[in-house]
C-alpha cells in the first residue's frame, strides 16, 4: 500500500542513524533482566523476570532469528537501512544472547542459592536423603514410567522427530559384555504433560514418609536420567545429555492462504487449523544442551539433526528451558513477592447502568490501576438489558477463560443480534481463538475471521453496543489499546475510553460494515483505521507541528508505544526534530530510531520504561493540534506491520477533561527515574539513576499509590 506522504525534507535512513531491529530486541530483553538482577525487587519477582526472559528468547528464535533462517537459506541481500548483512547479523545475534544468557545463569544460580535461605530449594536427586530418593523412585516407577516411549535409532528404526521447545534425554547405552564402539542410541522425550520442576514433599507425602521441613523440587528430567535402568533392564547406560530444540514457529497466513491447494474451497479455520498443526515441523533454529555435554553424544545429536552447529548449537550452563521457573513463582510464600494490589473501582461502576454513566459522559479506564470490571460490565449489562439490540466486537488475545466471550454467548442466547470478528492469526494464541470462536458459532453468533480483500490481521481493539431508549436508538462504544482479556489487565497497563459520541459511534459502526460486509470504499470521520488512513494521518499530524516550529511556535510530540521501527515515521520524526519539534519517545520494546545524533535528532529523546507491569498502552500527544486531534489512543505500534498489514484503530480523546488527565499520565512517565532507560546517540540503553539529592520516583509506584490520570 502506498501512501502520499510528504518526504522532501526528511532524511534518508541509513547505518548511522537506524539501529536494526534483531539487535534492538535483544537490548530490550536485557533490559528485562537488569529487573532480575535489581537486588530491591522481592526474590521470586526477580526469579520471574528471569523465566520472561527465557520466555522471551524462545520467541525471538521461534520469529526473529527463524526469519533470519529463511533469509540466509535464500541468500538474499539485506534491504534495511541499517544494511547489516544477514550472515553479519546472525552472529551478532548469537554473541548477544550468548552474553545474555552466561549473565542469566550466574544469576539463576544465584536466585536459587538465595531461595535455599528460606526454605526452597532446587536439588538434584543424587544430592537427597536415601529415603527421599526411594520416595521418587517409587513415584517414577507408578506416575512417569508408564508415559515414557524410548525410541531407539538404528538402521530399522531412524531418527525421530523433536517437536518445537520439547525437553529430550539423549541416551547412549551398551549391551553387557560388548566392546566400546557398539553404543546404542536412544532418545526419551520428557512429558510436557508433567510439572518440569517436582515436589518432592507431595512425592514424599504421598508415600507416607517423613516430609522434609523444607520445601524441596527437582528437576523431571533429572528424575528419569536417575531411574534409566527401569527403562532399559540388560543394558548399561554410558551417558546421557538433556537437549532442547527450538523450530520455526513463524506461520505466513497470508501466503498460507494463497499457496494452498484448496484455498478456494477452504474455509479460513481450516486453513488455521492446518497451519497450527504444521508449526511444529518448522525447522530447527536453536540446539540447546548443557555446557558439560559429552562429544559422544552430542556428536550424535548433530548427525541427526539439521543445523549449522556454530551457529544455531547453544550450550547452557544449568537446567535448559528456564521458562520453567515460573512454575517456583507459585509457591505459597508473599514475603517474597510484590504486595497485592488491588485496582481502584471507577466512578461509572456507581451508576445503576453503565450505559447511563456512559450517556453522561466519556470516562477513561487505566490498566491495570483501574478494576477491568466495568469492561466486563460494559458486554455482561449488555448481554443482559432488554433494550440492547445488538453487539459487535472485535477479539484478539481473549485468554483461556473468557467472561467478555461468555457474556457474548449469552446475549445471544437472549435473543440479541451479535457479530464478532475474531482474529485466528493471532501468534501462538491461534488455538484458544479457533476454540472460542467455534463454540460462539455453535451459540449462533455471527462469528468472522477478517475481511477478504484486506487479507491482514484485525489488531483493532474495539466494541459497539446498539440500545433502543425512549427517544431513539443509542450506540455505545468501547475503545482500547489492549485486549479484552481480564488476566492480561492484571499485568499489563493499558488504556480504555468508553463513549456515546454519535461521530465515533458512526465511525464504529461503518468499521464494523467493513470488516463484516463489503464496504472497500469506507470512509471515517475521526478513526484513524489502518491500513488505509492511520500511517497519512500520522504523517500529517507530524507535519502540522512541524509548521507550528518554524513558525517560532513551542511545538512538542510525546508518543508512548510497544515498539517503533516503520521508515518514514522515523523519518518525520528526524524532519521534526530538524525543525526544532521537542520529541519525547516513550517506547518500551524494539526502538530503531537513534537519538541525539547531531543535526538530525538532536531534539529527540527515547525512553524505555520496565517495571512491575508491562507498558503496552499507545498515546500519541500533538501540543499544536486542534483541540479534538491533540490526543489519540489505539491498537498500532508504529511498526510496519501495525501500520501497512493489520486492521487497527487509533481513536481521537475528545474530552478535554479526560485529555489533562491522559497528559498527567504521559508527564508521570517522563519523571521516572528508578525504572526508565535512556537511548543514547550511540544505541546504548542506561538506566536513569536519581541525581544527587534527588527523590526517587516510579511511574508505576506513583500511579499504585494514587491512580493517577483517572476519573
Not at 224 to 241: C, H, Q, S, T, W
Not at 314 to 339: C, M, W
Not at 387 to 399: P, S
Not at 455 to 478: C, N, S, W
Request: one cysteine or more.
Amino acid at each position: 500500500m502506498r501512501f502520499d506522504i510528504n518526504l522532501e525534507h526528511a532524511p534518508e535512513l541509513d547505518a548511522d542513524n537506524y539501529i536494526n531491529r534483531e539487535l534492538s530486541w535483544v537490548d530490550f530483553n536485557t533490559r528485562v533482566l537488569a529487573q532480575a538482577e535489581d537486588e530491591s525487587l522481592p526474590l521470586l519477582e526477580r526469579l520471574k523476570f528471569l523465566a520472561i526472559v527465557s520466555s522471551n528468547t524462545d520467541e525471538f528464535f521461534m520469529v526473529r532469528v527463524a526469519t533470519i533462517h529463511k533469509k540466509l537459506a535464500l541468500n538474499v541481500p539485506s534491504n534495511r537501512p541499517d544494511g547489516i548483512p544477514y550472515p553479519v547479523l546472525i552472529e551478532e545475534v548469537r554473541a548477544r544472547v550468548l552474553t545474555l544468557m552466561q549473565r542469566q545463569r550466574e544469576l539463576m544460580r544465584t536466585l536459587l542459592g538465595q531461595l535455599r535461605n528460606y526454605g526452597v530449594m532446587v536439588d538434584a536427586v543424587s544430592d537427597l536423603p536415601k529415603e527421599y530418593r526411594h520416595a521418587l523412585r517409587e513415584h517414577f516407577f507408578e506416575e512417569i514410567f508408564p508415559v515414557l516411549t524410548p525410541l531407539a535409532v538404528d538402521h530399522a528404526r531412524p531418527f525421530p522427530f523433536i517437536s518445537n521447545l520439547s525437553m529430550n534425554l539423549a541416551i547412549c547405552l551398551r549391551r553387557k559384555g560388548e566392546p566400546d564402539e557398539q553404543d546404542e542410541f536412544v532418545r526419551v522425550k520428557i512429558p510436557d504433560t508433567m510439572p518440569r520442576l517436582l515436589n518432592v514433599n507431595d512425592v514424599v507425602r504421598k508415600h507416607g514418609g517423613e516430609l522434609p521441613t523444607q520445601e524441596r523440587f527437582v528437576w523431571i528430567e533429572d528424575l528419569i536420567a536417575e531411574n534409566l535402568d527401569l527403562l532399559f533392564p540388560g543394558m548399561k547406560v554410558v551417558e546421557f545429555v538433556p537437549f532442547r530444540v527450538t523450530r520455526n514457529a513463524d506461520i505466513d497466513f497470508e501466503n498460507e492462504r494463497e499457496d494452498h491447494p484448496y484455498s478456494n474451497n477452504f474455509h479460513i479455520s481450516d486453513i488455521i487449523e492446518e497451519s497450527i498443526k504444521e508449526r511444529r515441523f518448522g525447522s530447527i533454529v536453536r540446539l540447546a544442551v548443557p555446557d558439560d555435554v559429552n562429544k559422544r553424544a552430542l556428536r550424535r545429536l548433530l548427525e541427526h539433526l539439521e543445523i549449522v552447529p556454530e551457529r544455531d548449537l547453544y550450550r547452557v550452563n544449568g537446567a535448559l528451558g528456564g521458562a520453567s521457573l515460573f512454575q517456583l513463582t507459585g509457591i505459597d510464600h508473599p514475603e517474597l513477592k510484590y504486595t497485592p494490589y488491588v485496582p481502584k473501582m471507577p466512578a461509572l461502576m456507581e451508576y445503576d447502568s453503565i450505559f447511563d454513566a456512559i450517556r453522561e459522559r466519556d470516562w477513561l479506564v487505566h490498566h491495570p490501576y483501574d478494576s477491568f470490571a466495568p469492561v466486563e460490565a460494559f458486554f455482561q449489562q449488555a448481554a443482559r438489558d432488554p433494550n440492547v439490540l445488538a453487539i459487535k466486537a472485535t477479539l484478539y488475545r481473549v485468554g483461556r477463560n473468557s467472561p467478555v466471550v461468555q457474556a457474548l454467548m449469552e446475549a445471544r442466547d437472549n435473543n440479541k443480534q451479535v457479530a464478532v470478528l475474531v482474529e485466528l492469526k493471532a501468534r501462538f494464541d491461534e488455538e484458544h481463538n479457533l476454540e472460542w470462536a467455534r463454540q460462539m458459532d455453535e451459540a449462533g453468533i455471527h462469528v468472522t475471521y477478517g475481511v477478504e480483500e484486506l487479507p491482514v490481521k484485525t489488531h483493532a481493539k474495539i466494541a459497539l453496543v446498539v440500545r433502543r431508549e425512549p427517544d431513539g436508538v443509542h450506540r455505545y462504544v468501547h475503545l482500547g489499546t489492549g485486549n479484552y482479556n481480564a488476566a492480561t489487565a492484571r499485568l499489563y497497563t493499558d488504556m480504555g475510553l468508553f463513549t456515546a459520541n454519535k461521530v465515533l459511534a458512526d465511525d464504529a459502526s461503518k468499521l464494523f460494515n467493513r470488516l463484516t460486509g463489503y464496504a472497500p470504499a469506507t470512509t471515517y470521520q475521526r478513526l484513524l483505521v489502518a491500513p488505509e488512513f492511520l500511517l497519512p494521518n500520522l504523517a500529517e499530524l507530524i507535519d502540522h507541528e512541524i509548521a507550528a516550529a518554524r513558525d517560532g511556535k513551542d511545538a512538542r510530540l510525546i508518543f508512548k508505544m510497544n515498539q517503533l521501527e516503520e521508515d518514514l515515521m522515523i523519518r518525520k520524526l528526524y524532519e521534526a526534530s530538524q525543525a526544532g519539534v521537542q520529541v519525547d519517545l516513550m517506547v518500551r520494546g524494539i526502538c530503531c530510531l537513534r537519538p541525539g545524533l547531531p543535526g538530525i535528532s538532536e531534539n529527540i529523546r527515547v525512553r524505555s520504561i520496565v517495571g512491575r507491569y508491562l507498558e503496552h498502552s499507545r498515546i500519541f500527544y500533538f501540543h499544536n493540534a486542534p483541540p479534538d486531534r491533540r490526543i489519540y489512543m489505539g491498537s498500532a505500534d508504529l511498526m510496519r506491520r501495525n501500520l501497512y498489514n493489520r486492521v487497527e484503530v487509533v481513536f481521537p480523546v475528545l474530552d478535554q477533561r479526560l485529555q489533562r488527565d491522559i497528559v498527567h499520565i504521559l508527564e508521570t512517565y517522563t519523571r521516572d527515574n528508578t525504572q526508565a532507560w535512556d537511548l543514547a546517540p550511540d544505541g546504548v540503553y542506561h538506566r536513569l539513576q536519581p541525581a544527587p539529592g534527588e527523590e526517587a520516583f516510579s511511574a508505576q509506584e506513583a500511579f499504585m499509590a494514587n491512580s493517577l490520570g483517572v476519573s
